[in-house]
C-alpha cells in the first residue's frame, strides 16, 4: 500500500480532484477507471459504469491470480489501473509531456494546451479478449484506455495487472500527441510510422521497469504476463543489447523479413535499447522512481533517454521513418545539452544498421550502414 503517491507538480489537484470537486472514488484530473462488463462503447455512459468508493480514500481489495471468477476482484484491478495510469501521468509530466505539449487532464489549471481531456479507463472489458488498446484524440478530447481479459491461461489473467500492457497502451497516447504535435493525433499510421509507435511503446514500457542494479547484459521480455506467451509478449524477441541475443538491425524493417507491423517495431524499439545503455553507462541509473534534474536534464541515463525519446518525437515530422526519428533524437539531445551525448546516441542507432549511410526508399526497401560520423 502507498500513501499520497500523487506528485504536486505533476498532478496539482492530487489523484482524486479536480479543481472543481474532491471525489472518494477512482476518479481524478488524469482519468476515470470502471469496469465494462456490458462492453458499454457510448462515452456519454461511462462515468455510469462501476466503480469502487471509498470516504477515507483508502483503496485495498483481495486480489488472487488463482481466482477462476475474475469478476469478483475487479475492484482491485480498477485501482491497479488507476494508479498505473496516474503515476505514469505524474512522471511523463516531469519529462516535458505537460499541459502545452498535450498530456490528458480534465483541467489544465491554466497552464496552456486543450483541457477537457483526462482518460477513460476501462476495466475487463467484455468487448474483446487477449488485448489492449488505447484511443487517441486530438488534445482537448478524451483519451480511453481500453483491457480485456485474456484467455490464453486457465484461469484467466487480468490485464489491468500487467504493467506492461498498461504502459505500452498509455504511451500510444504519448507518441500520438507528440508526433506531428498534439492537435493531430494520426501522423504514426502507415506502416513504418505505425511500427515506431508499437516500438516506442515497447520500449517506454520496458525501460521503466530497468532495476538499479540492472546492467546492459540483463535482458528483458517486451510484456508477456497475462498470456503466459513463449514470444514474450507477442514479440519474437527480447530487448537486449547482445547482438546474438537479439539480431535485429535496419534491413530487416522489411514487410517480407518481418511481416508483422509490432514486431518491426522491436527493431526500432531495440535500437533505442542500445542507446538507452550508451546513456546508462555514461550517465548512472538512478535509484528513484521519479527523475532528478540539473536545470531541465536528467541526471541519469535512464530518465534523459526517455526525455530524448519524447522531445524526439515532439521534433520529428508526422508520418516520420526511422532515419527521420533518430535524427530528431539528436537534434533532441542538441536543444538540451549542446549535443553532448551525440556519439553516444549514434553509436547506438549504428550499431543496430541505422548509422550515417542508411537510407529510406520505400516500406520494403532500405540500405542499411554501421557506420559513425567523422566525429565519433
Not at 112 to 139: C, H, I
Request: with cysteine; aromatic share 12%; proline share 6%.
Amino acid at each position: 500500500m502507498v500513501k499520497d503517491p500523487s506528485n504536486s507538480m505533476a498532478s496539482a489537484f492530487g489523484w482524486h480532484g479536480d479543481g472543481a470537486a474532491t471525489y472518494k472514488t477512482l476518479r481524478g484530473n488524469n482519468g476515470v477507471a470502471q469496469s465494462n462488463w456490458e462492453g458499454v462503447k457510448d462515452e456519454s455512459m461511462f462515468l455510469g459504469l462501476p466503480r469502487p468508493t471509498s470516504e477515507a480514500l483508502v483503496f485495498q481489495y483481495p486480489y488472487n491470480p488463482e481466482e477462476e471468477d475474475w469478476k469478483s476482484y475487479v475492484n482491485a484491478s480498477l485501482t491497479q489501473v488507476f494508479y498505473t495510469v496516474n503515476k505514469y501521468h505524474d512522471l511523463l509530466y516531469l519529462l516535458g509531456f505537460n499541459e502545452k505539449a498535450g498530456n490528458f487532464q480534465l483541467n489544465n489549471n491554466g497552464k496552456g494546451g486543450k483541457e477537457g481531456d483526462w482518460v477513460y479507463m476501462l476495466v475487463q472489458d467484455s468487448s474483446g479478449f487477449d488485448n489492449a488498446n488505447f484511443l487517441t484524440a486530438p488534445d482537448g478530447q478524451p483519451g480511453r484506455l481500453t483491457l480485456y481479459m485474456s484467455t490464453s491461461t486457465t484461469p484467466w489473467r487480468d490485464s489491468a495487472f500487467s504493467a506492461g500492457t498498461l504502459l505500452h497502451e498509455y504511451t500510444h497516447g504519448l507518441s500520438n500527441r507528440l508526433t506531428g504535435g498534439p492537435a493531430n493525433a494520426a501522423c504514426l499510421e502507415p506502416w513504418e510510422p505505425g511500427a515506431m509507435g508499437e516500438g516506442i511503446s515497447d520500449w517506454f514500457a520496458t525501460a521503466i521497469r530497468i532495476k538499479p542494479n540492472d546492467t546492459r547484459k540483463k535482458d528483458y521480455p517486451i510484456n508477456g504476463w497475462e498470456d503466459g506467451s513463449e514470444l514474450v509478449g507477442g514479440r519474437p524477441w527480447v530487448l537486449s543489447t547482445n547482438i546474438t541475443t537479439n539480431p535485429l538491425v535496419y534491413t530487416d524493417a522489411d514487410g517480407d523479413k518481418v511481416p508483422i507491423m509490432h514486431w518491426v517495431g522491436t527493431i526500432f524499439a531495440t535500437m533505442l535499447w542500445e542507446v538507452l545503455w550508451n546513456l546508462i553507462d555514461k550517465h548512472g541509473n538512478n535509484k528513484a522512481d521519479v527523475p532528478e534534474f540539473n536545470g531541465n536534464v536528467p541526471t541519469d541515463g535512464k530518465y534523459l533517454a526517455m526525455k530524448l525519446v519524447m522531445d524526439g518525437m515532439a521534433l520529428q515530422p508526422c508520418n516520420p521513418n526511422y532515419i527521420q526519428a533518430r535524427d530528431a533524437i539528436l537534434d533532441a539531445d542538441q536543444a538540451l545539452t549542446g549535443g553532448q551525448n551525440k556519439c553516444l546516441i549514434w553509436e547506438g542507432f549504428a550499431k543496430r544498421g541505422l548509422g550515417t549511410g542508411a537510407i529510406s526508399y520505400d516500406w520494403k526497401n532500405r540500405t542499411g550502414s554501421f557506420d559513425l560520423p567523422e566525429a565519433c
